[in-house]
């Protein structure tokens, strides 16, 4: 369903006040060939209609001959900003940054964060933009779950499937995703609304059995029959099934990266407007398939890079796993319970 420019000039409006937007601030619109036309303009005119000073920094696109899909996350190599120290410094003079381009899991982002400046990822397309516009209430629900997270010292998975994962805390900090940013130097995306962190390095152990229906991103295709994954010291060290493991595996190997099968982010899903079917309307390449990382449940497992939890482990490929039925424990603590979100009680 189209949206219109009104509804979401409104949701902007709405996402930079919780972003503590205020006037005479700079925002700098970062934006490439992908860029969603209305989402630029309309955040353009809210920013603007809040007393921003907005600029726009349209960079070109890069990894086409690297990158095997047209995902933005596809392929995690170089950016624009690889070297740009212009843009690197406007960016960096500005208090907030809306990526309209995506510049995920980069060296220059991790720079342009520490000097305080915000950055928002929007990226979806404007209808899922507005479908789940996030809340306060998001943030309260997140921040509850990364406080569970920061104090855990192991979180272990396990499903009728037959996942049975050991994943050791306590190296990473606890992320939290729950949509606009808020405080000097965060990041975040909208939309989100999970927990995460990641792995002690080299320390998780055990089994990923994703069963039918769970989800792999970027392919943003649903598991039609079983993948097995054995896990250990950190790494997947074997992926066996049928014809979606031999997809996953072709596509993977690629790369010729070792690290590529390095468990990346953990967490869980958070989100209760996201639905784990809405992948399944969408063409392809319309959608980066937010509402499969965030619905509320899911476990999301993922292979690839941790420089984005602090750790030093870059690499281009980066695979998105959100699992349903799955149970996930904080210690002693279940999160979750066969896919079901259990309600929070108050952190002590
Ligand atoms: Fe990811």
């Given at each position: 369903?189209?949206?219109?420019d009104?509804?979401?000039?409104?949701?902007w409006?709405?996402?930079?006040?919780?972003?503590?937007?205020?006037?005479?601030?700079?925002?700098?619109?970062?934006?490439?060939?992908?860029t969603?036309?209305?989402?630029?303009?309309?955040?353009?005119?809210?920013?603007?209609?809040?007393?921003?000073?907005?600029?726009?920094?349209?960079?070109?696109?890069?990894?086409?001959?690297f990158?095997?899909?047209?995902?933005?996350?596809?392929?995690?190599?170089?950016?624009p900003?690889?070297?740009?120290?212009?843009?690197?410094?406007?960016?960096?003079?500005?208090?907030?940054?809306?990526?309209?381009?995506?510049l995920?899991?980069?060296?220059?982002?991790?720079?342009?964060?520490?000097?305080?400046?915000?950055?928002?990822?929007?990226?979806?397309?404007?209808?899922?933009?507005?479908?789940?516009?996030?809340?306060?209430e998001?943030?309260?629900?997140?921040?509850?779950?990364?406080?569970?997270?920061?104090?855990?010292?192991?979180?272990?998975?396990?499903?009728?499937?037959?996942?049975?994962?050991?994943?050791?805390?306590?190296?990473?900090?606890?992320?939290q995703?729950?949509?606009?940013?808020?405080?000097?130097?965060?990041?975040?995306?909208?939309?989100?609304?999970?927990?995460?962190?990641f792995?002690?390095?080299?320390?998780?152990?055990?089994?990923?059995?994703?069963?039918?229906?769970?989800?792999?991103?970027p392919?943003?295709?649903?598991?039609?029959d079983?993948?097995?994954?054995?896990?250990?010291?950190?790494?997947?060290?074997?992926?066996?099934?049928?014809?979606?493991?031999?997809?996953?595996?072709?596509?993977?190997e690629v790369?010729?990266?070792?690290?590529?099968?390095?468990?990346?982010?953990?967490?869980?899903?958070?989100?209760?407007?996201?639905?784990?079917s809405?992948?399944g309307?969408?063409?392809?390449?319309?959608?980066?398939?937010m509402?499969?990382?965030?619905?509320?449940?899911?476990f999301?497992?993922?292979?690839?890079?941790?420089?984005?939890?602090?750790?030093?482990?870059?690499?281009?490929?980066?695979?998105?796993?959100?699992?349903?039925n799955?149970?996930?424990?904080?210690?002693?603590?279940?999160?979750?319970?066969?896919?079901?979100?259990?309600?929070?009680?108050?952190?002590?």
């Amino acid at each position: 369903m189209s949206v219109s420019d009104a509804d979401m000039v409104r949701a902007w409006t709405h996402v930079l006040t919780l972003s503590n937007l205020k006037a005479g601030d700079t925002v700098t619109l970062l934006t490439s060939a992908d860029t969603h036309p209305q989402t630029l303009q309309t955040a353009w005119i809210a920013a603007g209609m809040m007393g921003a000073v907005v600029n726009r920094l349209d960079l070109p696109p890069m990894n086409a001959e690297f990158a095997h899909s047209r995902d933005s996350l596809a392929y995690l190599g170089t950016t624009p900003l690889t070297g740009n120290r212009a843009a690197i410094a406007a960016l960096k003079e500005s208090d907030i940054v809306l990526d309209l381009m995506t510049l995920l899991f980069s060296p220059e982002q991790a720079e342009i964060l520490e000097s305080g400046t915000r950055i928002l990822l929007a990226v979806e397309p404007p209808e899922v933009l507005v479908r789940l516009l996030p809340s306060l209430e998001d943030k309260a629900r997140v921040g509850e779950a990364a406080a569970l997270l920061a104090g855990a010292k192991e979180m272990t998975v396990t499903s009728a499937a037959g996942t049975e994962l050991r994943l050791p805390l306590g190296e990473f900090p606890a992320i939290q995703e729950y949509g606009f940013v808020d405080e000097p130097g965060r990041w975040d995306h909208w939309p989100s609304g999970f927990g995460l962190t990641f792995p002690n390095e080299g320390k998780a152990e055990g089994r990923v059995v994703l069963e039918r229906g769970d989800i792999l991103l970027p392919m943003k295709s649903y598991v039609a029959d079983r993948i097995e994954m054995i896990v250990e010291k950190g790494y997947v060290t074997a992926i066996t099934g049928g014809m979606d493991a031999d997809l996953l595996n072709d596509y993977m190997e690629v790369f010729d990266d070792p690290e590529a099968y390095a468990v990346s982010h953990i967490g869980w899903g958070l989100q209760k407007r996201a639905r784990w079917s809405t992948l399944g309307l969408y063409d392809r390449e319309n959608t980066i398939g937010m509402d499969a990382r965030a619905f509320a449940g899911n476990f999301l497992f993922s292979m690839g890079p941790n420089n984005e939890g602090g750790g030093s482990r870059t690499t281009a490929c980066h695979i998105d796993i959100p699992m349903r039925n799955c149970t996930v424990r904080l210690d002693d603590r279940e999160v979750v319970r066969a896919g079901r979100l259990l309600e929070e009680e108050p952190v002590a």
